[in-house]
C-alpha cells in the first residue's frame, strides 16, 4: 500500500482495488464493525425478533454502535469547531459520566461535547473523497479507478491512526477503551484534512500554511483527549512517560496529513 | 441461395413410403400441427403443454406454443411486465414527480421498485458513453457501495425507529439520480471544465439531494431534526457521482 503516491499524470494506474463494494467495507473502520452494526440493522429483518440477539453478540466485542451515532445539527457544528480550532476551545475536556444501572456510562454525544460519535468521521471520510476526486480532476489526473486507490489509501490513513493510538495505549496503560472510541478519533483528523484540500482547491499556496496548522490542531485534540482517555485508563500516573508519547503522537499527524493530502 | 438441410420425408399415415417422389410431398402449411396420432415414422411429435416436453426439438421451438389451443393454461397466463413486476405507468408517474424539485410525492414512492433506476442507470451509462467513457461498471459498484453507505448511516441516525431496508434505499436513491442522468446529457453539449460545468453540476446535484432528503424523511421515519444530517450523505453521494460526468 505504501507504493508511491500517484503522481503520474495521463497514465492509469493498474487497479488494486477496482471499484468500491460492500465487501470493502470490511477494512472501514479499522474492523468488521461496519458489517457487523449493518447486520444488527438488517438482522432485525432477517432473524425477526432476535435482534437483541445480534445486538449482544456484537456488543461483546464492541460498544454499542448506536451511541456514536446519537449526534444532532448542533452537536456537529461544534464538534466541528473544537476539532479545527482546539486553541480556542475554553472549556474543559473530559467526559461527563451518569451512573446507568449501577455503572458509570458516559453521556451519549448529543449532550456532551465531548463524546466521540462516529457521524463525523464517516463525514470526513466521504468529504475526503469526494474533495480529492475533485482536486484530482482539477489536476487533470481523474479516472474512477485513481479515486478507488485513492479510497483504499485513506482507508489506510485511517488504519494507520488507529493503530498509533491504540499502541500508545498499550504502552502506556491497560488499552482498554473501546475500539470504537479509538475509531472515532482516529477519523477526527479527516476533517482537518478536508479543510486542507479544500484550500488547495481554491488556492494551490494555502496548501502548505492549512497543512501545517491542521496538523498542529489535530495534535492539540489528540493530546488533550488521549490524556482524558489515559487518566480514566491508567491508574499509575508516570508523568514524564506519559508526557513524550503524547508529544510523538502529536508530532505523528504530520505525515499522516502529508501522507493524506498527498495528490 | 436454399440451404440444403436434411428435412426428413413426410410420411402420410396411408402408409405412403418415404421415398414415392416429389409430388407426393406435402410441406405441412400450419407450422405446427396438433394433435398427431401417433406414427413412430414423424419427426415431429404432438405435444401439448400437460405433458412431457419432446427429447429433440431442433425446430419445434421455434414454431411452437403460438398456436391456437395448445392448452388453455397459455391464455390465462398475465401480461409479462405485469408477471416481471414492472408496471411502466407507476415509474412514468414516479419520474414526473422527481422532475419537481420543490414538492416531494412520498406517495408513489412507498412501494419501492428498482425497473426505474436501471433504466435511468443505463441511461447514465449510454450518456457517458456518449462522452466517450465507459463508466457502466463503475456506475454500478458506485451505486451499489452508496446505497449501503446511506442505509447503514440513515438507521444508524434514525435509532430504533429506523424503518428504511436496503431495497428501497437502493430505489430511492437510483429515482433521485434523474437529474445528474440529465446533467450527463446536457454535458454533452457544454464545454469540457468551464465554468459553465461546475455551476451546472451544482444546480443539479443540489436538486438531486433537496428530493432524495425530502423522500427519504417522509417514507422511512426519521425525524425532522437529522434532516440536515442525511442531507449531507446525500449530497455526498451525489456529488461523487457529478465527478463522473465532469471529468
Known amino acids: 500500500m505504501y507504493t508511491s503516491p500517484g503522481t503520474q499524470p495521463g497514465v492509469p494506474r493498474p487497479p488494486v482495488n477496482p471499484q468500491p463494494n460492500p465487501f470493502g467495507n470490511a477494512f472501514y473502520g479499522a474492523g468488521s464493525e461496519f458489517i457487523r452494526s449493518g447486520l444488527g440493522a438488517y438482522g432485525e429483518r432477517i432473524l425477526g425478533s432476535s435482534s437483541e440477539y445480534v445486538q449482544s453478540n456484537i456488543s461483546r466485542y464492541f460498544s454499542d454502535p448506536q451511541y456514536y451515532f446519537q449526534v444532532n445539527d448542533q452537536y456537529v457544528r461544534n464538534k466541528l469547531k473544537v476539532i479545527l480550532f482546539p486553541f480556542l476551545y475554553r472549556g474543559h475536556w473530559t467526559r461527563i459520566t451518569e451512573p446507568v444501572g449501577g455503572r458509570l456510562s458516559y453521556k451519549p454525544p448529543i449532550y456532551d461535547i465531548n463524546a466521540p460519535d462516529l457521524y463525523i468521521p464517516f463525514m470526513a471520510f466521504g468529504t475526503y473523497v469526494v474533495l480529492a476526486g475533485f482536486l484530482m480532476g482539477l489536476l487533470g489526473k481523474f479516472s474512477p479507478e485513481a479515486l478507488s486507490l485513492l479510497f483504499t489509501w485513506g482507508l489506510g490513513g485511517w488504519f494507520a491512526q488507529v493503530l498509533v493510538l491504540k499502541l500508545m495505549l498499550y504502552t502506556l496503560g491497560s488499552g482498554e477503551a473501546p475500539l470504537l472510541d479509538i475509531v472515532a478519533y482516529g477519523g477526527y483528523a479527516f476533517a482537518g484534512i478536508c479543510v486542507t484540500i479544500l484550500g488547495r482547491i481554491i488556492w494551490s499556496y494555502s496548501y502548505y500554511f492549512l497543512m501545517a496548522w491542521t496538523s498542529l490542531s489535530m495534535g492539540a485534540f489528540l493530546v488533550k483527549t488521549m490524556k482524558r482517555v489515559l487518566f480514566a485508563e491508567v491508574r499509575s500516573h508516570v508523568s514524564s512517560m506519559h508526557n513524550y508519547c503524547l508529544l510523538i503522537l502529536a508530532v505523528a499527524q504530520i505525515p499522516l496529513s502529508v501522507y493524506l493530502g498527498w495528490i | ?247
Open chain 2, 1 to 247: 441461395m436454399a440451404k440444403e438441410f436434411n428435412v426428413p420425408p413426410v410420411v402420410f399415415p396411408s402408409g405412403g413410403n418415404p421415398g414415392s417422389g416429389p409430388q407426393q410431398r406435402r410441406v405441412p402449411t400450419a407450422p405446427f400441427q396438433p394433435p398427431r396420432p401417433a406414427n413412430p415414422n414423424l419427426p415431429f411429435m404432438s405435444f401439448d403443454i400437460g405433458s412431457a416436453p419432446p427429447p429433440t426439438s431442433f425446430s419445434a421451438p421455434v414454431f411452437g406454443a403460438t398456436g391456437v389451443g395448445i392448452g388453455s393454461s397459455f391464455e390465462d397466463e398475465p401480461p409479462l411486465l405485469e408477471e416481471l413486476g414492472i408496471n411502466t405507468r407507476q415509474i412514468w408517474r414516479k419520474t414526473i414527480s422527481i422532475l419537481n424539485p420543490f414538492r416531494a410525492n412520498a406517495n408513489l414512492h412507498e412501494d419501492a421498485d428498482l425497473s426505474g433506476p436501471f433504466i435511468f442507470l443505463i441511461a447514465f451509462g449510454l450518456f457517458q458513453l456518449l462522452a466517450g467513457k465507459i463508466h457502466f461498471g463503475v456506475i454500478l459498484g458506485w451505486v451499489t457501495f452508496a446505497s449501503f453507505f446511506l442505509y447503514v448511516v440513515f438507521n444508524m441516525l434514525a435509532g430504533r425507529n429506523g424503518n428504511l431496508d436496503l431495497y428501497r434505499c437502493l430505489s430511492l436513491l437510483g429515482y433521485c439520480m434523474l437529474p445528474v442522468v440529465i446533467f450527463s446529457a446536457f454535458s454533452l453539449f457544454i464545454p469540457q471544465g468551464g465554468v459553465v460545468a461546475y455551476s451546472m453540476a451544482a444546480v443539479f446535484v443540489l436538486w438531486s439531494t433537496r428530493v432524495c432528503t425530502c423522500l427519504l424523511v417522509e417514507l422511512a421515519s426519521c425525524g425532522d431534526e437529522h434532516r440536515g444530517l442525511i442531507a449531507y450523505a446525500c449530497f455526498l453521494i451525489y456529488t461523487l457521482f457529478s465527478l463522473l460526468v465532469i471529468f
